[in-house]
T-cell receptor
Framework: DAGVTQSPTHLIKTRGQQVTLRCSPK?????VSWYQQALGQGPQFIFQ???????QRGNFPDRFSGHQFPNYSSELNVNALLLGDSALYLC????????????FGQGTRLTVV | LAKTTQPISMDSYEGQEVNITCSHN???????ITWYQQFPSQGPRFIIQ???TKVTNEVASLFIPADRKSSTLSLPRVSLSDTAVYYC???????????????FGSGTRLLVRP
């Protein structure tokens, strides 16, 4: 079992550009959540997908959007990048009603210059 | 906002027992208490979860008093590799369809010295 896999591992983008991050959940998991972690802080919830729909959303602007595919994999898209979007982006997968035991990927380190 | 309060940092030495206490005064009746561990540049890893009294697994023990307003994560005989950030979470935030998300605070940075 490969666990949760994220790609790419590192990414450098310029202000104003758009970025897409990808996540494959742990086998058997159909719920995917995305988190943003700034340096020195705890992860902040962005949104959660289940059955290809956004189920919950945190306090993030509409520039952050996502998608879940029929195979449960997910994408996080961020438009009009700001310097403040530089962070570690984490994907977590879980069973739909047992999200307290979530499995996290290694994350994607996004740097906006 | 995180519903928990933890010490910002703790120091220990190899071989010692480490106890990290978390305060969650407003815990709801149906909330579980969950602890995660995070190493630098990695995603958090589930350690242990409990509702009341004591829970033990191969990694740690979790002590929860009767009023459930606090909990203590106990790491026996720590090693250098236990140096990490430890997060205490409760619940949480149930959505309209019984979904919920994890709310992380700033965690406790544990440094284990030789």
């Amino acid at each position: 079992d490969a666990g949760v896999t994220q790609s790419p591992t590192h990414l450098i983008k310029t202000r104003g550009q758009q970025v897409t991050l990808r996540c494959s959940p742990k086998s058997g998991h159909d719920t995917v959540s995305w988190y943003q972690q700034a340096l020195g802080q705890g992860p902040q919830f962005i949104f959660q997908y289940y059955e290809e729909e956004e189920r919950q959303r945190g306090n993030f602007p509409d520039r952050f959007s996502g998608h879940q595919f029929p195979n449960y994999s997910s994408e996080l898209n961020v438009n009009a990048l700001l310097l403040g979007d530089s962070a570690l982006y984490l994907c977590a997968s879980s069973l739909p009603f047992d999200a307290t035991e979530a499995f996290f990927g290694q994350g994607t380190r996004l740097t906006v210059v | 906002l995180a519903k928990t309060t933890q010490p910002i940092s703790m120091d220990s030495y190899e071989g010692q027992e480490v106890n990290i206490t978390c305060s969650h005064n407003n815990i709801a009746t149906n909330d579980y208490i969950t602890w995660y561990q995070q190493f630098p540049s990695q995603g958090p890893r589930f350690i242990i979860q409990g509702y009341k009294t004591k829970v033990t697994n191969e990694v740690a023990s979790l002590f929860i008093p009767a009023d459930r307003k606090s909990s203590t994560l106990s790491l026996p005989r720590v090693s250098l590799s236990d140096t990490a950030v430890y997060y205490c979470l409760v619940g949480d935030d149930e959505g309209m369809d019984s979904s919920y998300k994890l709310i992380f605070g700033s965690g406790t940075r544990l440094l284990v010295r030789p």
